[in-house]
C-alpha cells in the first residue's frame, strides 16, 4: 500500500492534471487508502469529475467527498428559470426522455424522479444537470423499470466484466435471478467495483444490481501470485 503523502500527492496532481479541474481549489487528505477530498468548486460537475478522478489513482480505496458548491452571484439563478433550463437540457439530450422525468427545484437543488428503461438514461439525466449554471446539488432518484422481458444472459455480463482492461474478473462472481443481477466477490479498488456495476447495467433486461463485492486492497497481488504458480 503507498504511503499516505504518496497517495495524497498522486491524487492531487492527477485532480490538477484535469483541465475542469485545474483551478478548482480542492483539498486532499489519505489514510491508509482512503481519500478525502475538501474544498470549493463552482459546479456540480466539477465534484464528480474531482471523485471519478481520484478513484482512478492507483492505491486508492475509497473516496470520500465533501466539496462544497460556491456560485457566482452573477450567475445565481431562481428555482423556476433551473427549472427551465433542465428541461431544456432533457429536450436536447437523446439519451434522455423527457416526458417521463419530473423536475424538482429548491434554492437551486435539484431533485430527479420518474421512470427510464435504461440506466445510461438514467446517468445521462443527471450528467446534463450537473453541467448548468445556477445548480448546487443533483438528486437522482430515478428508477429503471426495463420492460424488456426476455430473460438476462449471466455468460454476456461475464464476458463484458472479463473483456475490459481495468477489471480482474478472476475473483467476481455474478448471480442472476428474474431482472436482479448480484455481484459477490473482490476487486482491488473502488473504481473497479464501480466500473463492474457500470458494465453489468448495460445488460438488456436489468432493473435491479446488488454490488456487494468487497474492495481489497492486496486483492490483485494475492490473484496473480495464484496466476503465476499455476503457471509456473
Not at 456560485?71 to 434522455?96: G, H, M
Not at 444537470?129 to 445548480?135: D, H, Y
Request: charged share 25%; net charge positive; glycine share 4%.
Amino acid at each position: 500500500m503507498k504511503k499516505n503523502e504518496i497517495l495524497q500527492r498522486d491524487v492531487l496532481d492527477a485532480i490538477k492534471w484535469e483541465t475542469q479541474l485545474n483551478t478548482s481549489q480542492i483539498e486532499v487528505t489519505a489514510n491508509n487508502g482512503i481519500v478525502t477530498l475538501k474544498g470549493i468548486v463552482d459546479l456540480p460537475a466539477k465534484k464528480i469529475k474531482a471523485k471519478d478522478t481520484a478513484k482512478q489513482v492507483p492505491g486508492v480505496l475509497e473516496v470520500f467527498e465533501n466539496i462544497q458548491v460556491k456560485i457566482n452571484s452573477r450567475e445565481q439563478k431562481n428555482d423556476c428559470d433551473i427549472a427551465q433550463a433542465v428541461l431544456n437540457a432533457f429536450r436536447w439530450n437523446w439519451n434522455t426522455l423527457n416526458d417521463s422525468i419530473e423536475v424538482k427545484v429548491e434554492n437551486g437543488h435539484v431533485t430527479l424522479s420518474g421512470e427510464l428503461e435504461w440506466h445510461y438514461q438514467k446517468e445521462a439525466a443527471a450528467r446534463a444537470v450537473t453541467n448548468l449554471i445556477g445548480v448546487k446539488t443533483v438528486n437522482n432518484n430515478i428508477i429503471i423499470d426495463s420492460r424488456l422481458s426476455h430473460p438476462i444472459n449471466k455468460e454476456i455480463i461475464k464476458r463484458a466484466l472479463k473483456n475490459h482492461v481495468a477489471i480482474h474478473t478472476a475473483s467476481i462472481r455474478v448471480e442472476v435471478s428474474g431482472n436482479e443481477v448480484t455481484l459477490e466477490g473482490a476487486v482491488d479498488s473502488r473504481y473497479q467495483k464501480e466500473l463492474a456495476e457500470k458494465i453489468t447495467w448495460k445488460t438488456p433486461g436489468v432493473r435491479n444490481i446488488k454490488n456487494n463485492l468487497k474492495v481489497i486492497a492486496e486483492h490483485i497481488d494475492k490473484t496473480l501470485d495464484v496466476f503465476y504458480k499455476m503457471t509456473h
